[in-house]
């Protein structure tokens, strides 16, 4: 059973749209996470989310807009779709008492044309 | 805020060779992290540290995190094709507070590249 799944792998749109990308997590654990992963590989966080309730906003346009609607879930919804959001982004979760390091989703790959 | 510099930025080594990285920061870390992403996946970690001087072995993975807590090292002996990915350092990102609320920043990575 895969820990953290994400969906869809691959998404490809055109500029504009709106679109959604969906994360399971079968951990028990508390605590969700959206990160982007840029054309360099860099990982920067977007979102946290604690038992549904947001923990973690950064400084991510407010066309992102993450909706956790129980603990085990952490969807992304993008509005109006821009070619500087394609990127790979990330799901992970974690224990409350995090130290032990995330469990990430193995990426969806958004690409908007 | 927080940083967190890798170095080298990519390596291209030869089967059976050892491989040392590093990752140093600005600020002092108290846990550091050392994850490996697979090509088209998300990354998997590899050794958690804890403690200044910890020295924590997974396999042929060996990390060290430094003294000054400032830095950690990632060491991998007799290297293998399947050691080939991208490695990160991650540590928590701490706020004016003094919480991190589980964010963890990551360096920017060391790519491994291993001949057969």
């Known amino acids: 059973d895969t820990a953290v799944s994400q969906t869809p792998k691959y998404l490809v749109t055109q500029m504009g749209n709106d679109k959604s990308i969906k994360c399971e997590q079968n951990l028990g654990h508390d605590t969700m996470y959206w990160y982007k992963q840029d054309s360099k590989k860099f990982l920067k966080i977007m979102f946290s989310?604690?038992?549904?309730?947001?923990?973690i906003n950064e400084t991510v346009p407010n066309r992102f807009s993450p909706k956790s609607p129980d603990k085990a879930h952490l969807n992304l919804h993008i509005n109006s779709l821009e070619l500087g959001d394609s990127a790979v982004y990330f799901c992970?979760?974690?224990?409350?008492?995090?130290?032990?390091?995330?469990?990430f989703g193995s990426g969806t790959r958004l690409t908007v044309v | 805020g927080q940083q967190l510099n890798q170095s080298p930025q990519s390596m291209f080594i030869q089967e059976g060779e050892d491989v040392s990285m590093n990752c140093t920061s600005s600020?002092?870390?108290?846990?550091w992290l050392w994850y490996k992403q697979d090509p088209g996946e998300g990354p998997v970690l590899l050794i958690a540290?804890?403690?200044?001087?910890e020295l924590t072995s997974n396999g042929r993975l060996t990390a060290q995190f430094g003294i000054t807590r400032k830095d950690s090292f990632l060491n991998i002996s007799a290297s293998i094709p399947s050691d080939v990915g991208i490695y990160f350092c991650a540590g928590p990102s701490i706020n004016a507070g003094g919480t991190s609320y589980g964010k963890l920043t990551f360096g920017q990575g060391t790519i491994l590249t291993v001949h057969p």
């Open positions: 989310y604690n038992n549904k309730e947001l923990i």
């Open positions: 600020s002092i870390f108290n846990t």
């Open positions: 540290l804890y403690k200044a001087g």
């Open positions: 992970a979760s974690s224990p409350d008492g995090w130290n032990y390091g995330y469990t």
